[in-house]
């Protein structure tokens, strides 16, 4: 007995929603890290930007008990090192008022995640971005204090929600 075409059809694009499932935004169960690894560790470079991402995210990796345990790096076919490349913080004035002081700023921070298993790159997660705007007015512009401190208010901020998005791309290898 042969299906109409038009059953089949329906029932592919019925199936089609399931397939774009939770994995795809980094909630399922899977992850990038290949079968049979039992060890990772994670790194970055020596920067303040670098170091506060990695904190974040290693507080990220720990609370998903499907991911390997946390290890020092070694060379392995059982090990995978995660490092925190190419880190930046962006502070920059983008709005400004008619006497040219700036009054609103753009925060942003990217990093790219790699993932090497002895010593080969087997997965990157391209650059992950997150950004916000620090406000300020004309009367706080002239106060470098008031900025500085929205500046380190929200760059602890976007350190949490760059560690959220990057576990996100390696729970979901996007």
């Known amino acids: 007995m042969m299906i109409d075409v038009r059953v089949w059809l329906l029932l592919v694009l019925g199936l089609m929603p399931s397939a774009c499932g939770y994995h795809l935004v ?9 079968g049979g690894v039992e060890t990772a560790a994670l790194s970055t470079t020596t920067d303040a930007t670098g170091k506060a991402l990695l904190a974040e995210f ?16 070694k060379a392995s076919p059982k090990h995978v090192n995660v490092r925190i490349e190419h880190a930046k913080n962006t502070f920059s004035p ?7 002081l700036a009054i609103q700023y753009r925060l942003t921070i990217s990093a790219v995640l790699n993932m090497y298993q002895e010593n080969a790159l087997i997965w990157s997660s391209g650059s992950v971005v ?6 300020g ?3 706080t512009a002239n ?15 976007l350190h ?3 560690a959220n998005e990057a576990m996100a ?5 996007f």
């Open 26 to 34: 980094g909630q399922g169960d899977s992850s990038v890290v290949p």
């Open 137 to 139: 007015d004309s009367a």
């Open 130 to 135: 997150v950004g916000a705007n620090v406000f």
């Open 94 to 100: 983008v709005a400004f008022d008619a006497a040219g």
């Open 169 to 173: 791309r390696f729970k979901s290898g």
């Open 58 to 73: 290693q507080h990220a990796w720990v609370q998903h008990d499907e991911l390997p345990g946390l290890q020092a790096a």
């Open 160 to 162: 949490l929600r760059w």
């Open 143 to 157: 106060n470098p204090s008031v900025v500085e401190a929205e500046r380190e208010t929200l760059t602890e901020q």
